[in-house]
T-cell receptor, first 118, second 113 residues
Framework: KAGVTQTPRYLIKTRGQQVTLSCSPISGHRSVSWYQQTPGQGLQFLFEYFSETQRNKGNFPGRFSGRQFSNSRSEMNVSTLELGDSALYLC?????????????????FGAGTRLSVL | SQKIEQNSEALNIQEGKTATLTCNYTNYSPAYLQWYRQDPGRGPVFLLLIRENEKEKRKERLKVTFDTTLKQSLFHITASQPADSATYLCALPDQTGANNLFFGTGTRLTVIP
């Protein structure tokens, strides 16, 4: 099976612009989560989508949003970019079920999108 | 709120030795704990999951322990190799019961030949 694919790999934007990142999960995975990773804060949860619905949300401002399509592909959008939004944005997908019931909580990550805001 | 601490930001060890990484957590009693490996410029890769009723889990040269009384997990790499050099992250399920994980900031391991 192909892994999680994120596009683009690198992005450079300026303050005030908006950006859209894309994620294709592993085939058959319906849960897609987004994380932000920075040197100071580590990996922080943004939101999770399941069957086109946002199921959970982390503690990020409303400038961060996302959506999921019927084929489970997901996008996240950041509007009015700030310098502090520079980070590696990671997408992860999870299987719905698995051995012992806990395999569904294993996250399979993409390589990420490196966003630089100037 | 839940909190995870990984004991050191960086750890250097000699090839062939055993690397031991520590993960401590507070304000929570998780049903399981996971360990991931992350290489520079890549996303984390799942290594092991250990349940609260399991004291120890092994996979090849990797061993994880889970002490729910101490609220601590130890991650061991035996006979370490330069290829084991990476950042290792421990992760807990979100205490709200949501499907996402709560990650520690990681320990960067360097195995010196």
């Amino acid at each position: 099976k192909a892994g999680v694919t994120q596009t683009p790999r690198y992005l450079i934007k300026t303050r005030g612009q908006q950006v859209t990142l894309s994620c294709s999960p592993i085939s058959g995975h319906r849960s897609v989560s987004w994380y932000q990773q920075t040197p100071g804060q580590g990996l922080q949860f943004l939101f999770e989508y399941f069957s086109e619905t946002q199921r959970n949300k982390g503690n990020f401002p409303g400038r961060f949003s996302g959506r999921q399509f019927s084929n489970s592909r997901s996008e996240m959008n950041v509007s009015t970019l700030e310098l502090g939004d520079s980070a590696l944005y990671l997408c992860a997908s999870s299987p719905e079920t698995g051995t012992g019931g806990l395999a569904k909580n294993i996250q399979y990550f993409g390589a990420g999108t490196r966003l630089s805001v100037l | 709120s839940q909190k995870i601490e990984q004991n050191s930001e960086a750890l250097n060890i000699q090839e062939g030795k055993t690397a031991t990484l520590t993960c401590n957590y507070t304000n929570y009693s998780p049903a399981y704990l996971q360990w991931y490996r992350q290489d520079p410029g890549r996303g984390p890769v799942f290594l092991l999951l250990i349940r609260e009723n399991e004291k120890e889990k092994r996979k090849e040269r990797l061993k994880v322990t889970f002490d729910t009384t101490l609220k601590q997990s130890l991650f061991h790499i035996t006979a370490s190799q330069p290829a084991d050099s990476a950042t290792y992250l421990c992760a807990l399920p979100d205490q709200t019961g949501a499907n996402n994980l709560f990650f520690g900031t990681g320990t960067r391991l360097t195995v010196i030949p």
